[in-house]
């Protein structure tokens, strides 16, 4: 995939395209206040391009100057100044994690990394007017670490519980549609579900297809939650999370209405399109040693999107970590089982699912709709990184009609 070239070369930062992605993704959080346009300007400019290590420490930079100010502000007593400043660190230091596999001792780097936005990020938490509840959501014999935002106001509110994907922190989704979703009187609740930064970093725990048994837990605590009201509960579910979402849906029918950003019917689709001819063949042919060192011999520039990827499905080598995705599908016969309203988001240049929520939606046979962001609205790319406004304002519409929250006419 080339998202280097999403909506022309006068929005182009690097020409390596993973790079020129993630740019555009954090520009895009300006919109909710989790990234300042000057500051990611200045840290990308002196960024070499390509350079994983560059952006690692580039980023690290910047975030450390910016937590500083914050630590300095919240220590002088300005609250309101030192938390805007911590939800900035706390992203940029996530802009940091995302490329860790493709730096000199990862592991290291990942802890030291993910250890400073979760500092910056509960500190940033802890500021709110309304601090967010930590959650510990029963799970497989342990627990699953979450947040619970209430809404402002007295009485039972509708819910939306919130899904994220493959490599996304938990401030990818609050600030932005998570506090957005307050502001109109929602409850929200968001959590790491297994292969997911907490349950993945500090716990070990990889990702699992069968995700109706991640989201029954979570609605099973949220409904324990002072304020839920249960019959208006609904579901966000981003990226990778727009395979895991249809997938609960399919056997968790508790929930009013969904949006699905974007729509994946077939996850290993984004793993083979990283793959060349020989490479497929090897697969395709069983051949496990061999498909193995091929990769292994590949340069590490480009080995680390196998790394990358590979990390939360917790297999021992890439040929089973790629068998092991192909199990993750939304089948006609699960999309069949779909009750609940759905809207799926399908935007120009998806660069990872391209033409799948279109299929996603062919599937599901309920109450759907198939929404379209194009590029001339500023919206192509996957899950929409630089149009936030335009599409909060497409899914609150959506979830708002379902859940009684439509102003009266």
């Known amino acids: 995939m080339n998202m280097g070239t999403e909506t022309g070369t006068r929005s182009d930062f690097f020409t390596d395209a993973r790079m020129n992605g993630m740019t555009r993704a954090m520009l895009g959080r300006v919109y909710t206040g989790a990234a300042d346009t000057g500051e990611t300007l200045t840290t990308v400019d002196r960024i070499a391009d390509g350079d994983l290590e560059s952006w690692a420490a580039e980023w690290e930079a910047t975030a450390d100057r910016v937590a500083a100010i914050g630590d300095d502000c919240v220590a002088r007593g300005h609250r309101f100044s030192g938390r805007a400043a911590l939800l900035r660190a706390a992203t940029y230091y996530a802009a940091c ?17 993910f250890a400073a936005y979760r500092r910056c990020w509960e500190q940033y938490l802890g500021l709110l007017d309304n601090p967010p509840e930590p959650l510990d959501i029963p799970y497989d014999g342990g627990t699953m670490p979450g947040w619970f935002f209430a809404a402002p106001g007295e009485g039972v509110k509708p819910t939306l519980v919130m899904v994220n994907g493959a490599d996304g922190a938990a401030s990818y ?10 502001l109109r009187g929602y409850n929200v609740v968001i959590f790491d579900g297994p292969g997911q930064q907490r349950m993945l970093f500090e716990r070990g725990v990889p990702f699992r297809p069968d995700w109706e048994n991640v989201v029954t837990p979570v609605v099973d605590a949220t409904l324990g939650l002072p304020g839920v009201d ?37 996850v290993a689709e984004a793993w083979h399109a990283m793959l060349s001819p020989e490479l497929r063949e090897l697969l395709d042919s069983g051949e496990r040693d ?27 080598t890439y040929y089973d970590t790629f068998v092991e995705a192909a199990r993750y599908e939304i089948t006609a016969e699960l999309a069949a089982r779909i009750t609940t309203p759905v809207l799926i ?65």
């Open 345 to 409: 988001a399908d935007p120009d240049q998806e660069g990872y699912f391209a033409g799948q929520p279109k299929r996603l939606f062919d599937m599901i046979p309920g109450k759907k709709e198939h929404v379209r962001f194009t590029e001339a609205e500023g919206a192509a790319g996957h899950c929409e990184p630089m149009a936030r406004s335009l599409a909060a304002q497409r899914f609150f519409d959506f979830l708002d009609d379902h859940v009684g929250l439509t102003a009266a006419h």
């Open 230 to 266: 249960p019959e208006r509960l609904a579901l966000y579910a981003v990226s990778q999370g727009g395979y895991w979402a249809p997938r609960a849906l399919a056997f968790e029918h508790r929930f009013a209405a969904a949006v699905i950003d974007d729509g994946v019917v077939k």
């Open 97 to 113: 994690v995302l490329v860790v596999d493709g730096c000199k001792e990862p592991e290291a780097l990942r802890t030291r990394m």
């Open 290 to 316: 061999a498909f193995n060192a091929a990769i292994e011999a590949l340069p590490p520039r480009v080995r680390w999107m196998f790394d990358w990827r590979a990390n939360p499905y917790g297999r021992a």
């Open 173 to 182: 989704l609050w600030p932005g549609y998570g506090s957005e979703a307050t």
